[in-house]
Every structure is written in structure tokens, then in C-alpha cells.
């Protein structure tokens, strides 16, 4: 089964389309590095504000034609042949491949509430398609919207980009208990909270340390911790260039910081494989 990983958080700016798109492109590279016969990623971006396919793509006009929300009006047969034929290859890289969001998708989200098999628009189409990817990110929006719960409905493995900030981690449970329920109430037993990532660390600011140290030491959520990337300027710099963190500066901290991620998140799948 092809795992599909979600980046999701409730709050803007935590670093959502920034871990999705770098983790997306580490894990081609790694699985190339490792002599995977199959190195392809395909980033979903559900987020009407595009911000990972521009960065990707370089483009964010995509519309009714060539986009995810092309995919969601389709007629429910028809749905995996669009998605097949919407998906493009990143400038990043020829294996990176992108399902690019749309303005159109806030829109056709108000569209789509309250039609029946709603939720599951964007997991069935995936599910038929998905085997053709070593690995799926997905990209959501920041709020707990139907395009969110679609993302979560197409998901095996949620993380949880926080802001190392009080107002964020007390916000944690709450994303943490939305996930249980798509899991629970539509019956999606795969979906998971795999990691929680903190981001925009900075090791100067006691309260960013205080507050690291109790995600570290909470019985829950400190197993869950998967990461911690620094707070960088060339994070910027790399999105204004619209190039990966890799590619912008391989030794800025917070490439370091991804490139530990990714491996720790295919070390974990590795475990739970077994
Ligand atoms: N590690 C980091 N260090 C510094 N700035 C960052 C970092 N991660 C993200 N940013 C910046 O924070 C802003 C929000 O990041 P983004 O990934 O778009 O968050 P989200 O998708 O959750 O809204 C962007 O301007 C981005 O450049
Ligand atoms: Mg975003």
C-alpha cells in the first residue's frame, strides 16, 4: 500500500506547504539514493491558496481544466482518468510530480457540501492511482474545511507542523481529536497521527526551549515528536526562488533538519512494514 502523508494543522504559517513540498522532494531523492526502482512522489495540493504548487510548478492559475478541483467536480467514474491526466511534473525534479491546487477549490468545496460520497472525492480517485507512487504528501488548507477532511479521508499518515509557541501546542490535542474522528467516523482505520513536527525553533528563545522540553517529556505526544526544524531565513529565500531548501543551500540548518525528517519518517515505515 502506498503510504499517503498528510501535513495538517488548523493554524496558518506553521510551516504546512514548506515541510509538504521539502518533504515530497527528500523522499524522491532518498529513494533514489537508495536504488528504489520506483522514486516517484506525487505532492497533492489541496490549499486554494497554492502556495506549494507555485513554488513547485512555478505557476498557480491552474482552473477548471487542470486542477484538483477538476478533479473533485468530475463524475465519480471519470474522476482517476482526470486525476491521471491533471497531475505535472515539478520543476524540482522529473520524479516529483504535482496535483496543483486551484482558487477555484474554495468554491467548489461550498459546491460540494452536503453532496453525498463528498468526503471521499479525492481518496477514491487517489486510491486507483496511487500505486503508480512510492509516496503521496499532501498539502491542506488551514482550517478544518471538507477539502481538509477529504486530504484526511485519502490519508494513512497525518503530521502535525507546530509553532513551538504556548497558544500552538494547547491547539495539538484539538487537531490530534479531529484526526480520530475522520478515523473513527469514516471509518478510515489506516490514517494515523505519525508525527508531530515543530517548527520555526529558535534555541535563543527560553520559551521555545520550555516548551520543547514538555513535548519531550508528555507521555503522548513526546513519542510522537518527528522532527525539529530550525527557524531559517533560507526557508524564504528558497520559496522566493521557488527551489526546495535542498537545492537553495544543502547546508542551511533547516536542509539538515529536513533531510533527519525524511529519514526518520522512512525509518518509521520501515517499522511499522514490518
Ligand atoms: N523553518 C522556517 N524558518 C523560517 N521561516 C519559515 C520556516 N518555515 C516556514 N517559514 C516561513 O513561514 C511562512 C509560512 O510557512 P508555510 O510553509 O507557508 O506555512 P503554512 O503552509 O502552514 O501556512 C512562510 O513565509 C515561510 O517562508
Ligand atoms: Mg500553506
Known amino acids: 500500500m502506498t503510504r499517503v502523508f498528510v501535513l495538517t494543522n488548523h493554524k496558518g504559517g506553521v510551516g504546512k506547504s514548506t515541510s509538504a513540498t521539502n518533504i515530497a522532494f527528500g523522499l524522491t531523492g532518498l529513494l533514489r539514493r537508495a536504488g528504489a526502482a520506483n522514486c516517484r512522489v506525487l505532492l497533492i495540493d489541496t490549499d486554494s491558496q497554492s502556495h506549494a504548487t507555485l513554488v513547485t510548478t512555478g505557476r498557480n492559475d491552474f482552473g477548471t481544466d487542470d486542477s484538483l478541483y477538476s478533479v473533485l467536480m468530475a463524475d465519480r467514474q471519470a474522476a482517476p482518468q482526470v486525476m491521471a491526466s491533471v497531475i505535472v511534473q515539478?520543476?524540482?525534479?522529473?520524479d516529483l510530480h504535482v496535483l496543483p491546487a486551484s482558487a477555484l477549490l474554495e468554491g467548489g468545496e461550498r459546491e460540494l457540501m452536503g453532496v453525498a460520497g463528498a468526503p471521499y472525492r479525492l481518496a477514491d480517485p487517489l486510491s486507483r492511482i496511487a500505486g503508480h507512487y512510492a509516496a503521496v504528501v499532501i498539502d491542506t488548507r488551514p482550517s478544518f474545511s471538507l477539502m481538509t477532511e477529504m486530504?484526511?479521508?485519502?490519508?494513512?499518515?497525518?503530521?502535525?507542523?507546530?509553532?513551538?509557541?504556548?497558544?500552538?501546542?494547547?491547539?495539538?490535542?484539538?487537531?490530534?481529536?479531529?484526526?480520530?474522528?475522520?478515523?473513527?467516523?469514516?471509518?478510515?482505520?489506516d490514517l494515523r497521527v505519525s508525527g508531530i513536527l515543530v517548527t520555526k525553533m529558535d534555541s535563543r528563545v527560553k520559551g521555545h526551549n520550555h516548551l520543547l522540553d514538555e513535548l519531550k517529556s508528555h507521555n503522548i505526544l513526546g513519542r510522537l515528536l518527528c522532527g525539529v526544524i530550525p527557524a531559517n531565513e533560507a526557508v524564504s529565500y528558497a520559496h522566493r526562488e521557488h527551489v526546495s531548501i535542498f537545492a537553495h543551500d544543502p547546508k542551511a540548518p533547516a536542509s539538515h533538519a529536513y533531510a533527519q525528517l525524511i529519514g526518520t519518517l522512512v525509518k518509521r515505515l520501515k517499522g511499522s512494514a514490518a
Not at 515539478?90 to 522529473?94: C, G, K, T, V
Open 90 to 94: 515539478s520543476h524540482w525534479d522529473a
Open 151 to 189: 486530504a484526511l479521508v485519502a490519508a494513512t499518515d497525518a503530521i502535525i507542523p507546530v509553532e513551538p509557541r504556548y497558544l500552538e501546542t494547547v491547539g495539538l490535542l484539538s487537531v490530534m481529536n479531529k484526526i480520530n474522528d475522520v478515523r473513527e467516523g469514516w471509518r478510515r482505520p
